[in-house]
């Protein structure tokens, strides 16, 4: 694995940190030690193919799902922590709205939910409608719109209360490129304001944004650092190739049980 080139007092300055993190579906291990570092204040990609643990691993920082074994951490508190559960943000890849809301009533739900006022929230709510592109659409019912708009409010949703630590699992997938750009360009503002973001994306092109980015196969890091530290490192002119670089590296010909070696196989598909 790269060094990461953290600064030497990186305790104190790091957002979201995990040790030996493990989380286990009966005989199947999503997430296996895995060990995260990531500083506040960075945009931070994760990636890997479908069934990496990428979404596991979210699920557990943001108190979803329990860890099986070793440490997660997000503002040096151990999660899950009622301490810190307001300053984190979270938008998953599922729908996670009320369908049967309005748009203004479902971030009306979510800032009350973070204990803001109906002041704080009616002058966050237009900032975020006009940056989701969703301002003529205040008023309609969530069900009624389609699956990139629900992403949108679901985007909005997890920006209401102004997180310190925003978790993003593939924010951008329904949304018109015009706009992705534009969803790119308020992350930066957003680090730019001191809030760490970690994303998960199949985009290349989103990933290069990323301050850094961590790769990950079989629920572990196999890779980390700046994407073009990663693409020099591994002789790639892209991330993707990076990637495979790196995964052919860890390849072994030990027999897989058969969890295992279906995720092997996806890979192995998504590299065909």
Not at 51 to 71: M, Y
Not at 80 to 98: C, D, F, H, R, W
Not at 127 to 144: A, G, I, P, S, Y
Not at 208 to 228: K, N, Y
Request: hydrophobic share 40%; glycine share 6%.
């Amino acid at each position: 694995m790269l060094a990461d080139g953290m600064p030497p007092n990186k305790e104190m300055a790091l957002a979201v940190r995990t040790d030996k993190m493990v989380k286990d579906y009966r005989d199947f291990r999503a997430v296996d030690n895995l060990d995260l570092n990531i500083m506040k204040g960075e945009i931070y990609g994760l990636l890997g193919p479908n069934g990496a643990g990428k979404t596991t691993a979210i699920k557990v920082l943001v108190g979803l799902l329990k860890k099986t074994a070793g440490s997660a951490r997000i503002l040096d508190v151990e999660v899950p922590s009622k301490l810190v559960a307001a300053n984190i943000g979270y938008m998953p890849q599922e729908t996670s709205m009320y369908l049967g809301l309005t748009v203004h009533q479902n971030l009306e739900f979510f800032g009350k939910l973070f204990g803001m006022t109906r002041h704080q929230i009616a002058e966050k709510e237009k900032e975020l409608l006009e940056f989701v592109d969703l301002t003529d659409w205040r008023d309609e019912l969530v069900q009624n719109l389609s699956g990139g708009m629900k992403h949108r409010v679901s985007l909005a949703c997890s920006l209401i209360h102004e997180p310190d630590v925003l978790f993003l699992d593939e924010p951008t997938v329904g949304v018109d490129p015009k706009l992705r750009v534009n969803f790119w360009d308020f992350f930066t503002k957003l680090k730019e304001r001191g809030t760490t973001v970690v994303i998960t994306t199949h985009y290349m092109d989103e990933a290069r944004r990323c301050d850094r980015v961590g790769f990950m196969r079989r629920g572990s890091l196999i890779a980390e650092g700046p994407p073009e530290e990663l693409m020099a490192q591994s002789n790639c002119d892209n991330l993707e190739d990076a990637f495979l670089k790196y995964a052919s590296e860890c390849e072994t010909d030990e027999p897989q049980s058969e969890p295992v070696q279906k995720k092997i196989d996806a890979e192995r598909e998504v590299r065909a």
